[in-house]
């Protein structure tokens, strides 16, 4: 599962980094604490046959729904079935994305506790996931640009917080995914958990439960907590 993430690189960065063009469809800015419902970048393939970075909103509306509340229970689609479900078949066929960000956010139960970790790539800034949208247009005539991100079984260094983890392509990856005549084998053969060693988690700041809080100091690690000593050597987290 992937219910919160970050992105605060800077779109000249991610056009570099994508070689994309920056769409004006809505503006982008630092987002420490990403959540369902909110518009934000996105990477798809536009009417010129280039990779374009627009803004899409974070759960899937398919394009049949007849209410945008939906959208709030697709944010993921399970890689294992992506291709069976009613909502995300076509979607994963003929509309594919990447979401760019940072790294996400995911919770280790304790007993009640719920305590936050990061999830980062090792090796780099960003971390792109694998994605699918799709257009839905409202009772008004407007057009809705939705997405979901692809999860899939979750690595060593995860595993113990959370089964499932976003599918992270590689920056070589992503033409591959982007690209419309991709063979759906292909696809399926990209959707892999990201290896241990380019894995980093680590312990957050609890502030970032609630959603109201958006700032940096959300991302400083935090002492103390079971992902601390030993552990980290061991190569468990």
Known sequence: MCGRYALFTAPDELEKYFEAIVSRAGTIEPNYNVTPGMMMPVVAIGREKVPVITTFRW?????????????YKMMNARSETISEKPSFAMPFERRRCVIPSNGFYEWLREGKSRIPHFVRREDDVI???????????????????????????????????????PVVLNREDVRRWLHPETPLHDLQALMQ????DKTRVYRVS??????????????DEQKGGPTDGETLSLGLL
């Open 59 to 71: 759960g899937l509306i398919p394009n049949w729904a007849k209410d945008p509340a939906v959208g």
């Open 127 to 165: 971390m792109t996931y694998a994605g699918i949208y799709d257009r839905w247009r409202s009772p008004e005539g407007a057009d809705v640009f939705s997405y979901s991100i692809i999860t899939t079984t979750a690595n060593e260094r995860i595993k113990h917080i959370h089964e499932r983890m």
């Open 193 to 196: 958990p990201l290896p241990d």
């Open 206 to 219: 609890d502030e970032v439960n609630k959603p109201a809080n958006n700032h940096a100091g959300l991302l």
